[in-house]
């Protein structure tokens, strides 16, 4: 595979802000981005589709009389169209407004090197050998039960890499490869359908196993097969990493943001050193955790990635902070200016959200709970009020616990709540932690949740 | 371009023996604002090229991305695209085929009145920063306000081995308008979207006073609602929440991928499922609307397609893979979000017909349930589970409306829900928003005000 060399990347990323400052700037920053792709596609229960993405650009924030102006572009072999993105970068500084807030870009930096983020096995993976793991995959969910489909899924490895330089010094080149299988199921008999079940593998290094994916993900589908009603009321809720996650990114995560704390949007404004959670609950933030699907040596400011203390046994401990949020405050960076590739400027956004595992295993929690719901997906949690931590969401499916154990599936539960009470009512925290996107969590035990059944 | 595209195409079909092969170009201008508060974040542009291609080898498909127009990048992006195909039909059991469709020749030129490009990045400025300033000024009590600004502008080029060949202008003019307020400890959140295919004109149908007072006033006014006791009830909906029911309870079962992966609706074609009064559109062609366009990324001319008809499912939303397998024509439904990705069945313009009951009367039938007037997010699931989030609901006691509730949803079961509309509305609206499939479809729903008997409510009081 062809890939841009480190000092290509570099060399545009610094020769692209020295450009831009004589061509009137007071600062600039640029952002390379590499991402090569190969995906092997499985819809309608068989392989159908491979497909290759090579996507490459480049992203300019120019400051100019503290206003500022960015321009990107994805043809950054021709001297020409960096020259133009540059003048474009600049006529919107230009025509934007100054911002009184604004006291710079941030300065030079050394970075640690991140752990288990590159393996040339991925980067290097033949589509002959993808197809390979597709077929296992489908092979194994389809010898599960006869009456499970799998819908689509597939499996993909990435090569991404990035450089930012900026006009006070900060230089950093980072490369790193993601592989992903994944498969969704459904169970189908008579005219029932079960809602979609769905499992992966995702990991910084060739470490997946299809053969788990494809059992587990039939197996979830065909237990949601047969299903009984649940009543209306407060209950106990076991939430696996799924529902977490979906939850979490809607509301929790808006809450930590320094922005959002400085725009009055959090409920967490002013709480710092306050109890905001049982004290079961120990969450950082961790932009250097090894093998971490959101690991790096920086962000996309290239601020040094750290771990950050978000809650510590339920005592709210720090924001999440960009340069321009941190500066505002008189304070540092936590490294957490995420950025949709070469596409955006930077804004805040987790790295690896991590709540720290608890004691109890998998089996511990189920036969700790004398009555609740195994909660596994959540249909609508973007629907959550981003602001009041308010959710009013759907469970498909969840699973009945009684006196420790699972009695039946049941559809289309609703749940509704507000997640800083959730946070509170935290009761057990499992061992079993998981990666799953930007959350890196064990299932959690939550009390008192209300659960409205047909 | 086309004689580029077509002899890339011609590599597939003659080289690789490919049984199919299309090429599509895009070249895109995007100008994109944050405001925050009086705040500009960042005036944005952005520049982008490249290519799609798409090869049918041995029954299935290969797909090359490549942000170049470059004639030897192209060939060997091609030559990839069906080498990795072949490698990948090693296990196939069913090849897939396409249906014969029209071949083409055409070239789209938008027409806007007023030309985004030909606007100022200082009058974008302004009228974003005009939203902003008056829904902060609305109240006191409103914290944060945050507009995006987004417009595209370019040309697809589509060629394929049949002999299409397509220049299409893209158009499009979006904004995202959200406000916060916060009283006594009590926080609330609003939020609007606009969308247009016609030009920045949109902001004269809209003005930008009106926007964002129409943000602001719903975040005041929620300050005041109540969490609702969550069950069963009967419920008014308004155009912009049946828009959603619309597009999440039957839309996306309405997709032939999704109906052929298992979705609720692929054996009740031709049957009766919902109530006399129920009937669905998924209309391309209303000129200027969020979804509309006029050949898909198949090459394929939009259509209004009919989805259900008086309770009767009527037809589906198909690619030309999708439609050889219900040996159905293509609706014009393929579309890709950009030259990054693989053109798939997604919605454009989705709506209920109306009929001819008043909102009083629709309204005055319900002794206790809940009016819902505007929507915040929605979900869909194969087994029919669909879900709407509600930014604006009110409770209806004895016939009339009351007083606000907060943050609730509804779902049910569509098969299930569609029987129990019981009042359909004469009035109808539309409103535009992004479907996400992996990948953002720009798109529009909408239709009357109606009641339904009964349905699940979501609420934590």
Redesign the interface.
């Known amino acids: 595979m062809a890939v841009l060399k480190k000092e290509v990347m570099l060399d545009l990323a610094e020769n692209t802000v020295s450009q831009a400052l004589k061509k009137g700037a007071s600062e600039a920053e640029a952002y390379v981005y590499e991402g090569q792709a190969t995906n092997i596609g499985i819809e309608l229960g068989q392989i159908s589709k491979a497909n290759r993405i090579i996507d490459r650009g480049l992203g300019i924030r120019v400051v100019a009389e503290k206003a500022m102006g960015f321009a990107y572009t994805n043809v950054i072999n021709d001297p020409t169209a960096v020259e133009d993105v540059i003048s474009r970068a600049l006529s919107a500084a230009r025509a934007s407004k100054p911002d009184p807030d604004w006291k710079g870009l941030p300065g030079n930096e050394t970075y640690a090197s991140p752990e288990k983020t590159f393996d040339e096995r991925v980067a290097e993976l033949e589509s002959g050998e993808l197809v390979k793991v597709a077929a296992t995959m489908l092979e194994a969910a389809g010898q599960v039960d006869k009456r499970v489909f799998p819908i689509e899924g597939g499996i993909g490895s990435a090569y991404i890499s990035n450089a930012v330089a900026n006009s006070s010094g900060i230089s950093g080149f980072d490369k790193g490869t993601v592989i992903e299988c994944s498969i969704a199921t459904v169970a189908k008999e008579g005219i029932s359908v079960t809602p979609v079940c769905f499992e992966f593998n995702a990991s910084r290094s060739y470490e997946v196993d299809p053969v788990w994916v494809g059992k587990e993900a039939a197996k979830l589908a065909l237990s949601a097969l047969e299903t009984k009603s649940v009543e209306t009321k407060s209950t106990t809720l076991i939430l696996t990493q799924f529902a977490l996650q979906d939850l979490l990114a809607y509301t929790l995560i808006n809450a930590v943001r320094a922005d959002s704390v400085q725009r009055n949007q959090s409920a967490f404004k002013g709480k710092i050193g306050e109890k905001v959670a049982s004290d079961k609950l120990t969450v950082c933030d961790d932009g250097l955790f090894a093998g971490g699907l959101r690991t790096w040596a920086f962000d996309g400011e290239g601020v040094p990635h750290q771990k950050t203390a978000v809650i510590e046994k339920g005592i709210l401990r720090s924001f999440l902070y960009d340069s321009y949020s941190a500066k505002k405050e008189g304070k540092q960076s936590t490294g957490n200016a995420g950025r949709a590739g070469y596409l955006s400027t930077p804004s805040i956004d987790t790295t690896n959200f991590h709540i720290l595992p608890g004691d109890k295993t998998a089996n511990e929690m189920l036969s700790e709970t004398d009555d609740g719901l195994m909660v596994y997906y959540l249909q609508g949690a973007h629907s959550s009020n981003p602001v009041s931590g308010e959710f009013s969401v759907v469970a498909t499916p969840a699973w009945k616990i009684k006196k420790g154990e699972i009695t039946h599936c049941s559809r289309g539960v609703m749940l509704a709540g507000n997640i800083f009470e959730v946070l509170k009512n935290i009761s057990l925290v499992g061992s079993n932690e998981r990666q799953m996107g930007q959350l890196i969590s064990p299932w959690i035990q939550v009390e008192n949740v209300r659960v409205i059944g047909k | 371009m086309k004689d580029l595209l077509t002899k890339i195409n011609r590599i597939a079909t003659q080289k690789f023996g490919a049984q199919y092969a299309e090429a599509r170009a895009q070249k895109m201008v995007k100008t994109m604002l944050?405001l925050?508060?009086e705040?500009?974040?960042?005036?944005?542009?952005?520049?982008?090229?490249?290519v799609a291609l798409r090869v049918l080898v041995n029954g299935?498909?290969?797909?090359?991305?490549?942000?170049?127009l470059d004639q030897t990048i192209l060939e060997g992006?091609v030559s990839?695209?069906c080498?990795?195909?072949k490698?990948?039909s090693?296990?196939?059991?069913?090849p897939?085929k396409l249906s014969d469709t029209k071949v083409v020749t055409d070239r789209v030129r938008s027409k806007p009145k007023k030309n985004p490009a030909d606007i100022?990045?200082?009058d974008k400025?302004k009228t974003a920063?005009t939203v902003n300033k008056t829904g902060l000024g609305y109240d006191k009590r409103i914290?944060?306000f945050t507009i995006d600004y987004l417009d595209l502008m370019g040309t697809s080029y589509f060629a394929n081995s049949d002999g299409s060949s397509i220049e299409q202008d893209k158009l499009y003019v979006w904004a995202r308008i959200a406000g916060?307020a916060?009283n006594e400890g009590?926080?609330?959140?609003s939020r609007e979207e606009l969308g247009s295919t016609a030009g920045y004109e949109v902001f004269d149908e809209v003005s930008p006073e009106d926007l964002g007072e129409k943000v602001a006033k719903r975040a005041i006014e929620q300050l005041g609602a109540k969490?609702l006791k969550?069950?069963?009830f009967p419920v008014v909906l308004g155009p912009n929440v049946v828009g959603v029911f619309v597009h999440e309870a039957f839309g996306h079962l309405a997709e032939a991928?999704l109906a052929?992966?298992?979705?609720?609706l692929a054996?009740n074609l031709g049957k009766k499922i919902g109530s006399d009064l129920v009937t669905f559109y998924d209309d391309g062609t209303i000129v200027g609307s969020f979804g509309a366009f006029k050949y898909d990324d198949e090459g394929v001319q939009t259509q209004k397609t009919l989805l259900i008809k008086d309770g009767v499912v009527a037809g589906l939303m198909h690619n030309r893979e999708t439609a050889q397998k219900f040996n159905a024509q293509p609706t014009g439904n393929a579309r890709a979000e950009d030259f990054?990705?693989?053109p798939i069945i997604r919605m454009r313009c989705t709506y209920m017909e109306p009929r001819d009951h008043s909102f009083e009367e629709l309204v005055e039938n319900v002794k206790q349930g809940f009016y819902f007037k505007s929507?915040?997010?929605?979900?869909?699931?194969?087994?029919?589970?669909f879900?709407?989030?509600?930014?604006e609901g009110y409770e209806i006691v004895n016939g009339e409306i009351g007083a606000p509730v907060?943050?609730?949803?509804i779902?049910?079961?569509t098969l299930e829900t569609l029987n129990k509309v019981n009042g359909v509305g004469k009035d109808f609206l539309l409103d535009p928003g992004r479907c996400g499939k992996g990948q953002t479809a720009f798109i529009c729903d909408g239709g009357p005000h109606i009641s339904i008997k009964e349905i699940?409510?979501?609420?934590?009081?």
């Open positions: 944050t925050k508060e705040r500009v974040e960042a005036a944005k542009q952005g520049i982008e090229s490249g299935t498909w290969g797909f090359a991305s490549v942000g170049s992006a990839d695209a080498k990795m195909a490698m990948a090693s296990h196939l059991k069913k897939i100022s990045m200082e400025i920063m914290k944060s916060s916060l009590i926080f609330t959140f969490s969550g069950g069963t991928d052929l992966s298992g979705g609720v054996d990054r990705v693989e929507f915040r997010g929605g979900q869909a699931n194969l087994d029919g589970t879900q709407v989030g509600i930014q907060r943050d609730a949803s779902s049910g079961n699940m409510v979501g609420g934590s009081a």
